[in-house]
């Protein structure tokens, strides 16, 4: 059966989802017109809204009636979600998201800091008004653990020896974490706080599965995307999970020229790097470890009580897997 993301993901929650939309734009109000109108053009350019989704879902999960705090808890995770992306841009010095214009590529760099640095106090502004200390604290620390991510992703540049450890905790700070943050905030603001540790353990391994999918479809799109997408890691250096893996798995010449292409960035080996990867057994590594974090999402959720909101977490996390198979 194919899962249909409105109708098997998005349809228990669907009047929630739309009413934390106005709140996501009532959110981003300013007095300044500019801060306005980017904040505004990187909102809008947002993709399914699968974060603030996710914590809609494991309010209900959770055995939540009424859960107008939640909605506002998805706007605010949303907007964070989105001052991250921009941020991210701007380091990554990217002109496209999704297929439109970046802040920085519409404005400047500078602009586009800012304004990721307003959508951020912005959201603790939001998020103080809920007043609840261990969700404030937990949306603290969880923020600066989404800071150290990116950092150490930085670090991590032009390093053939980066270990799969070490990428994955990259990635469970720069994906993962936010996830983390968008069940565990919902668990706490219904007032159960006993399916915290469950939702956070799903939401981890939902992250990490999540990231290393989007790192094996750089290597398996059409040929157009493939050297877009593999183009901008390798260009900068990051040893994503095939990397590391192509890297364990070629001896010699070609164990040679992925590590020179980490190690150097450029464009140079593009081809044969695509070519090494996809044909060492590399991507059968990542599919299986992607399948395993899976697995370990799913399992998490068992702590819940059985219900259709449940159920959507589940479709979600196997959709998420899907695009892989």
């Known amino acids: 059966m194919a899962i249909d993301f409105k109708q098997d993901i998005l349809a228990p929650v669907a009047s929630d989802f739309a009413a934390m939309d106005t709140f996501i734009n009532e959110g981003i109000t300013s007095k300044v017109a500019l801060v306005m109108a980017v904040s505004k053009h990187v909102v809008e350019a947002g993709g399914k809204r699968m974060r603030p989704i996710m914590c809609l879902l494991a309010a209900k999960a959770c055995g ?65 008004d809920l007043n609840d200390m261990t969700l404030l604290k937990d949306f603290s620390t969880g923020t600066c653990e989404i800071a150290e991510g990116e950092v150490l992703q930085l670090q991590a540049q032009h390093q053939p020896e980066t270990t799969e450890k070490t990428y994955l905790d990259i990635i469970h700070g720069k994906t993962s974490r936010l996830f983390e943050l968008a069940t565990e905030g919902a668990a706490i603001l219904s007032g159960t706080p006993h399916y915290r540790e469950p939702l956070r353990l799903f939401a981890g391994h939902f992250g990490n599965a999540f990231q290393i999918i989007d790192d094996i479809l750089d290597y398996t799109s059409d040929a157009e995307t493939l050297g877009k997408n593999i183009g901008d890691d390798l ?34 080996h593009l081809e044969r790097v ?3 990867v996809q044909n060492c057994g590399a991507l059968d590594y990542c ?28 479709n979600l996390t196997q959709l998420a897997l899907n695009r892989i198979q």
């Open 274 to 276: 695509i070519e090494i």
């Open 287 to 314: 599919r299986q470890r992607a399948t395993e974090e899976t697995q370990f999402a799913l399992q998490a959720l068992d702590a819940l009580p059985d219900s259709e909101y449940r159920q959507a977490l589940v």
């Open 235 to 268: 260009m900068e250096g990051k040893p994503t999970l095939p990397l590391i893996s192509a890297l364990q798995k070629t001896t010699d010449e070609e164990h040679e020229i992925v590590r020179l292409s980490i190690a150097t960035g450029g464009l140079n």
């Open 64 to 128: 939540a009636e009424d859960i107008e705090r939640q909605r506002k808890l998805a706007a605010i995770i949303e907007m964070l979600h989105t001052a991250t992306l921009v941020h991210d841009d701007v380091v990554d010095e990217s002109g496209l998201r999704r297929g439109r214009p970046t802040a920085n590529a519409t404005w400047n760099n500078q602009t586009a800091v800012l304004v990721g640095d307003f959508l951020i106090s912005r959201a603790f502004d939001l998020l103080v």
